[in-house]
């Protein structure tokens, strides 16, 4: 069935650094690919997104990419601030008339200052 | 910005009881959904709802679960009779036609079945 894997699951990096988390979808006819910032006892908020016509797309310091050969998708966070703390979900749409999204497990992202 | 709105936060329900939670979509929005997040765990799909009616639900949506959009605002999903394991966080999403952007989540219900 449709699958989206998602890693690392955690991730501390110091404040400034980079960091990226990777994820790898199924269904080759996904055609939209969002990210989701989720603070603790909030709602995932959107902060990027990509479709499939794309390869990349950037945000101030925030930047997905896409390799739909491969089916994997990344998302990149430069010069991290304490702030950027929070866990990640990456997601794929399928191409079901409904939209729905299949999410990844998540990646705890902890930037030391 | 418009918001998702959904109430109550916090529920806490007796195992067996019924339980509704409620959320109120963006308003020109068509398509709406129902996820859940058991604790530590992935956001799952539930539902998807479209010109009034379920447009595709998963496995976990059983015969215990319902939806309905009673008055054109308010979209609601009930539990029947609670279960330990429907313990989560319960999230309410929205989308405009064709979902041209990403979804709109509510804050979520944290729903405690004891």
């Known amino acids: 069935g449709e699958n989206v894997e998602q890693h690392p699951s955690t991730l501390s990096v110091q404040e400034g650094d980079s960091a990226v988390i990777k994820c790898t979808y199924s269904d080759s006819a996904s055609n939209y690919f969002p990210w989701y910032k989720q603070e603790l006892g909030k709602g995932p908020q959107l902060i990027i997104d990509?479709?499939?016509?794309?390869g990349e797309k950037k945000d101030q310091r925030i930047a997905v990419t896409l390799n739909k050969t491969a089916k994997h998708f990344s998302l990149h966070i430069t010069e991290t601030q304490p702030e950027d703390s929070a866990v990640y979900f990456c997601?794929?749409?399928?191409?079901?008339?409904?939209?729905?999204?299949?999410f990844g497990t998540g990646t705890r992202l902890k930037v030391l200052a | 910005e418009p918001e998702v709105t959904q109430t109550p936060s916090h529920q806490v329900t007796q195992m067996g009881q019924e339980v509704i939670l409620r959320c109120v979509p963006i308003?020109?929005?068509?398509?709406f959904y129902w996820y859940r997040q058991i604790l530590g765990q992935k956001v799952e799909f539930l539902v998807s709802?479209?010109?009034?009616?379920?447009?595709?639900k998963s496995e976990i949506f059983d015969d215990q679960f319902s939806v309905e959009r009673p008055d054109g605002s308010n979209f609601t999903l009930k539990i029947r009779s609670t279960k330990l394991e429907d313990s989560a966080m319960y999230f309410c999403?929205?989308?405009?036609?064709?979902?041209?952007?990403?979804?709109?989540f509510g804050s979520g219900t944290r729903l405690t079945v004891v």
């Open positions: 999403a929205s989308t405009g036609a064709r979902a041209v952007y990403g979804y709109t």
């Open positions: 709802f479209y010109n009034n009616e379920i447009s595709e």
């Open positions: 997601a794929a749409r399928t191409t079901s008339g409904t939209y729905k999204y299949i």
């Open positions: 308003s020109n929005h068509l398509y």
């Open positions: 990509i479709r499939s016509n794309v």
